[in-house]
């Protein structure tokens, strides 16, 4: 780990898509109760 963690990094955007899904799926099973 180098202390450059501003430089992209290439897995930064799947990780926020995989959250994104993630928060959507909890959203709708909240939804659905």
């Known amino acids: 780990m180098s202390a ?3 430089s992209n990094q290439p897995g930064f ?5 995989l959250i994104a899904l993630i928060i959507s799926l909890v959203a ?3 939804d659905a109760i």
């Open 4 to 6: 450059d963690s501003s």
């Open 13 to 17: 955007t799947e990780f926020v898509v």
């Open 28 to 30: 709708l099973s909240i």
